[in-house]
Nanobody
């Protein structure tokens, strides 16, 4: 089992920044690909970003490219999401997730999920 706890969400004005953190406990963190997903009210959960086990490879959905940066610190068992130039359409509950696959960008490929953290961007 892997337990994931997100933090860092909040209310921010458009153009502002937030840094999300996801602390993992349980099994060896570096064995897992880590992803961020988000779910806006009335919408399905969508993929945001993924980072490889070593942190050497990252991938983003088009809508956040150039604005969001995913990173991880395997010594601290933590994955981060730096979010800059936030837009109202980024408003959602953000979830981190862990997958034992080599790469994963679909929610069904992830085995463990955090409880989510709310990000609200005002216009």
């Amino acid at each position: 089992q892997v337990q994931l706890v997100e933090s860092g969400g909040g209310l921010v004005q458009a153009g502002g920044s937030l840094r999300l953190s996801c602390a993992a406990s349980g099994r060896t963190f570096s064995n897992y690909v880590m992803g961020w997903f988000r779910q806006a009210p009335g919408k399905e959960r969508e993929f945001v970003s993924v980072i490889s086990r070593s942190g050497g490879s990252t991938y983003y959905t088009d809508s956040v490219k150039g604005r969001f940066t995913i990173s991880r610190d395997n010594a601290k068992n933590t994955v981060y999401m730096q979010m800059n130039s936030l837009k109202p359409e980024d408003t959602a509950v953000y979830y981190c997730a862990a997958s034992s696959k080599m790469s994963a960008s679909y929610s069904y490929e992830y085995h463990y999920w955090g409880q989510g953290t709310q990000v609200t961007v005002s216009s």
